[in-house]
């Protein structure tokens, strides 16, 4: 962690950050729900459509105009540039529901300095939302009263906690069934929300742990400042703080030792 980091050496690249997410917004929501969508299949077999590649190379023309010495990673086009400072980019997250007509997709953007997320913006316009951090400087989202500071939950037992699992399959692939199976049957309520929004809703002291398997640091990195700002605790599902394990374990920071310890038992 860059402990040095106060959220004022940070606030242009917020700002920086919020500007990305208005211009992603604007090519993403015009063409949600276009009987004309383009989908194409990507090598792995997840869909892409015209408007990830839209929506992310406007994020990268403005990153290429006005921080011209960062380095970019993002799902559509891959890296460019050096690691020290980072921006990470997921255009569509949830592309999957985006080209099904469900609002439940944002764009992922954060700048990870030395490796760690030090910036998160998530913007869900469909749903009119849009959340944000900076290390230092609080986890915030938008409400029809102007911005509202988030917390996580204060839910500090197993047996009262809400978890959202991504999906079934996603734990069964990665060999990970029995716990989810162990995990469902000790916590109060499990739902499958899925990508993004879980994160968010995490934040937001709605839910008190997220985990899934076969993540991409562009499918994590915003959310970690916000979910570390709001009070809560992102790590792989080893434990490792890292967003390059391919798995996470997100908690509102009280109950995430539990959680490893009931997974991992």
Not at 131 to 148: I, L, N, V
Not at 197 to 223: C, H, Q
């Amino acid at each position: 962690m860059t402990a040095s980091l106060r959220a004022d050496d940070l606030s242009s690249d917020l700002a920086l950050a919020l500007r990305l997410a208005d211009a992603a917004d604007e090519q993403s929501l015009a063409r949600f729900d276009s009987a004309d969508l383009q989908i194409s299949t990507k090598a792995d077999n997840s869909h892409v459509t015209d408007a990830d590649l839209a929506t992310e190379r406007a994020i990268r023309g403005l990153i290429e105009a006005e921080r011209p010495e960062d380095g970019i990673f993002g799902e559509e086009f891959g890296a460019q540039g050096g690691t020290q400072r980072q921006w990470i980019i997921d255009p569509i997250d949830g592309t999957a529901n985006y080209l099904r007509g469900i609002p439940l997709w944002g764009t992922m953007i954060a700048l990870a300095i030395d490796g760690v997320p030090q910036v998160g913006v998530v913007s869900m316009p469909a749903l009119g939302r849009r959340w944000w951090a900076s290390t230092g400087g609080g986890a915030w989202t938008t409400t029809d009263a102007g911005a509202r500071r988030l917390s996580t939950s204060s839910v500090s037992s197993l047996d009262d906690a809400s978890v959202s699992f991504q999906s079934i399959a996603q734990w069964s692939r990665s060999g990970h069934l029995d716990q989810l199976l162990t995990l469902a049957d000790r916590v109060w309520r499990d739902r499958a929300y899925g990508d993004v929004y879980s994160y968010m809703m995490l934040a937001e002291g709605r839910v008190d742990m997220v985990a899934e398997f076969d993540v991409k640091e562009y499918d994590i990195a915003a959310a970690v400042p916000i979910v570390r700002e709001a009070g809560g605790r992102m790590t792989s599902f080893e434990g490792a703080e890292t967003i390059s394990d391919r798995s996470t374990l997100a908690s509102n920071g009280i109950l995430h030792d539990a959680f490893l310890a009931l997974l991992h038992d």
